[in-house]
């Protein structure tokens, strides 16, 4: 099959993986959430050799994550896993998880398992890294994510940019305390969590 191709992707790895390299330096089992395309999973597990870097996302994607990988044929990159949030999750533990342009697109329920499922599957210190749009304070950081936001809710209404303040309140409720937030090119940003108990 052609292997599917997102511009996003390459124009963002490098600003990610700068976040990614001070936050899973010493990690060891990373769980990706929403791989998409899968170019991520293929660049950073070829920058970040110490990770086993588990790619994942609902069944339809799969086929185009197993093009990038075996195309890349890394040796840290095991077969993509089929992970719908509300409903089985791998086994874990991972030691850290990352996700890229998912929150804004999930449903707020679906957002709300997202985080309640992480502690079942992380260790006691995970650190979750996220990339994507974020308001604050219920406010736009930009007149773009303004209307990036609009085109979001015309294709369904379950959709758009989230509040980093609710978020970090999902966060806490599952035992992970913001570590740093990044400013990312084209108003996105790369929030950091660690987890401090539960």
Not at 56 to 78: F, K, M, Q, V
Request: hydrophobic letters at 45%.
């Amino acid at each position: 099959m052609e292997k599917p191709h997102s511009p996003a992707c390459e124009r963002n790895r490098e600003p990610i993986l700068g976040v990614l390299r001070a936050h899973f330096a010493d990690r060891r089992r990373v769980l990706e959430i929403g791989s998409g395309s899968g170019q991520h999973a293929v660049h950073f597990a070829a920058a970040l050799p110490q990770l086993n870097w588990q790619s994942s996302d609902r069944a339809e994607y799969l086929p185009g994550i197993r093009a990038w990988l075996d195309e890349a044929a890394l040796p840290n990159t095991p077969a993509p896993l089929a992970l719908d949030v509300g409903g089985a999750w791998p086994s874990g533990p991972f030691d850290a998880v990352f996700s890229a342009n998912t929150l804004h697109i999930m449903a707020w329920p679906e957002l709300q398992q997202l985080f309640a499922r992480l502690p079942a599957v992380t260790t006691g210190d995970a650190v979750l890294v996220i990339y994507g749009p974020f308001n604050e304070h219920g406010r736009y950081s930009s007149d773009s994510n303004a209307a990036f936001d609009q085109s979001l809710k015309a294709r369904g209404a379950h959709m758009g940019i989230r509040d980093a303040e609710a978020v970090d309140a999902l966060a806490a409720a599952a035992g992970f305390a913001l570590v740093d937030d990044a400013a990312m090119p084209a108003n996105n940003r790369c929030r950091a969590w660690r987890r401090v108990h539960g």
